[in-house]
């Protein structure tokens, strides 16, 4: 009587065990079969369209996407499946590293092909610094082809640094000296939008309606939220950040008119003020 309990206590082990072996084979069967999809071609990405963008930097993102879905999830599963790519991942790691980009969306298109979507950041205008490693440049506003030193950014009209610039002068474009900020990382803002506005309604409407135009717009260090407009002509104009750019550019209109007959005279005007205007002869 007791082999027979043994041995049927022993085939019903066995059945146990088969069971589970069955159990996990067919898990396993499943989930080979599950992901298997991860493995077929035509649910790879094979193109990536990128629009929005000019030549060489939609080439430049291409490469970068195809970099970032190359490779294996844990050693075995392709990184470029249509279902492994992770569009919010991409959308964050290419903002980052492409500052002049300023928005930004991937989506996928069709089972083997990603898109991307971009709006690039339009320049409002050159900013530049001129703090030297020994401290500030003692010619803030250094004539165009001189040694001073100076790091120079396109902004756009959110005042943020996203491309080198050269160190140029002129009236083509807005022109920003900071005499007091460091060199930036690309993507910080590094001037307010109250000054890149006043900075291109004086860069837009100082020749229309006086006769000169701008050659720098400098941040003034010694008077906090001044801005010195430097004209072609060698004169000053102060004005506040926070000025009405248009009243002021009627104000000085009103001062050269009828108290200034010789501009090569003249050192500066100074239209800080709504309601008062001051000047200095050289």
């Not at 959110?158 to 002129?170: K, L, N, R, Y």
Request: proline fraction near 4%; hydrophobic fraction near 45%.
């Amino acid at each position: 009587m007791s082999s027979l309990v043994r041995d049927t206590k022993k085939r019903r082990r066995k059945e146990k065990t088969r069971r589970v072996l069955l159990r996990a084979a067919l898990a396993l069967a499943i989930v080979f079969a599950g992901t298997s999809i991860f493995f077929l071609p035509r649910l790879r990405v094979q193109k990536i369209i990128v629009s929005g963008a000019h030549a060489a930097l939609a080439v430049s993102l291409e490469r970068a996407v195809r970099e970032q879905i190359s490779g294996r999830w844990l050693l075995i599963y392709p990184k470029d499946s249509i279902f492994l790519v992770s569009t919010a991942a991409l959308q964050k790691n290419l903002l980052k590293e492409y500052p002049a980009v300023l928005e930004l969306h991937v989506t996928r298109q069709s089972p083997d092909a990603i898109a991307v979507s971009v709006r690039e950041r339009e320049i409002a205008g050159i900013w530049c610094s001129t703090l030297t490693s020994g401290g500030l440049d003692p010619n803030p506003l250094p004539q165009p082809g001189s040694n001073a030193a100076s790091a120079c950014f396109y902004v756009d009209e959110t005042g943020v640094a996203f491309d080198t610039a050269p160190d140029v002068s002129g009236d083509l474009i807005t022109k920003i000296i900071d005499t007091k900020a460091a060199k930036p990382r690309l993507g910080d803002a590094v001037v307010s939008t109250q000054v890149l506005e006043s900075a291109r309604i004086f860069s837009t409407e100082l020749e229309n309606r006086i006769g000169v135009g701008a050659r720098v717009i400098e941040l003034n260090r010694e008077y906090p939220g001044s801005v010195d407009v430097e004209t072609l002509e060698g004169w000053q104009i102060r004005l506040e950040a926070r000025t009405d750019a248009h009243q002021a550019l009627e104000n000085l209109k009103l001062v050269l008119d009828r108290k200034i007959s010789k501009r090569q005279l003249l050192e500066y005007i100074d239209v800080r003020f709504a309601n008062k205007v001051f000047y200095k002869l050289r």
